[in-house]
């Protein structure tokens, strides 16, 4: 009786210690999907006034106040096989995209400062306080696929700009005359990417199967000039070269004075 207690008292030992190591190769491939999952992406937009994408996820909670705050169901938590960041804000303009709500509800209830409120706010000169401002929102930037985009076939259509809650601001529409027909203008739609908040407003309008104009995060879209270049007549930029090290900025002085347009002594040379 006894020998059979102490085998039973074995066994419910040796099933709890696999039963254990189950539950811990789960948990081992579950972290191994969500850290696969975070770094699957590149193309996340997050809710306005979000800080860097590496400092984001350092900040964010993932506690969902700043989708239940959205009155548009924009945002949502990114779940398993969304192939971002589990538990993160992000939404897809495609489907619902932001409103540019004026009161920006989604950021002031942060409580990490993942959603930083002054980076969507501006000073008020009456008040001499800030106030929000989803204008100043850098969600991201639309870029267009002029090769899909039917104005730049000809057919007039201009429902991005007109979509837009800035327009001639943040999209513009440049005429130019249809050689092709002699008769008509093509409606091509400008992107301002300085100005545009990345919204998605577009995106959602755009009559193609396949959005023609769509938002992506600014890293992707938009270059970075080294220290080396420097506009002459931009007195702020000029100010870069104050503490620039010779080293750093090249002592090819041929080079440099070919960019700068004494040229003509080289050509003699």
């Not at 085998?7 to 539950?23: H, I, N, P, V, Y």
């Not at 409103?99 to 993942?114: D, L």
């Not at 545009?196 to 995106?203: H, K, M, P, Q, S």
């Not at 420097?230 to 930029?237: A, F, H, P, R, V």
């Amino acid at each position: 009786m006894k020998k059979e207690k102490k085998m039973a008292t074995r066994r419910d030992a040796l099933r709890k210690m696999l039963q254990g190591a189950g539950f811990l190769g789960m948990g081992g491939l579950a972290w191994g999907g969500y850290i696969d999952e975070a770094k699957a992406t590149e193309v996340i937009l997050r809710p306005p006034g979000a800080i860097t994408e590496e400092d984001f996820l350092k900040a964010c909670t993932r506690c969902g106040e700043c989708v239940t705050a959205c009155p548009y169901d924009t945002l949502k938590l990114a779940e398993p096989g969304d192939n971002k960041p589990i538990g993160t804000p992000f939404f897809e303009p495609r489907k619902i995209p932001c409103e540019m709500c004026t009161e920006i509800p989604c950021v002031p209830v942060c409580p990490s400062g993942a959603l930083d409120i002054k980076s969507v706010s501006t000073l008020d000169e009456e008040s001499k306080k800030d106030k929000l401002d989803i204008n100043k929102a850098r969600m991201g930037a639309a870029i267009i696929d002029k090769k899909n985009c039917v104005a730049f076939w000809g057919i007039q259509c201009d429902l991005c700009y007109r979509a837009c809650p800035l327009m001639d601001e943040a999209i513009s529409i440049e005429y130019e005359r249809n050689e092709r027909t002699g008769k008509h203008a093509f409606l091509k739609p400008v992107v301002n990417t300085e100005v545009c908040t990345g919204c998605g407003l577009c995106e959602a309008a755009c009559i193609t199967e396949k959005a023609s104009i769509m938002v992506l995060p600014l890293h992707l879209i938009t270059g970075k000039v080294s220290d080396t270049y420097i506009k002459g007549w931009d007195e702020n930029d000029e100010k870069r070269l104050e503490d620039a090290d010779e080293q750093e900025v090249g002592n090819s002085d041929k080079a440099l004075e070919y960019l700068n347009g004494d040229w003509e002594d080289l050509i003699d040379e």
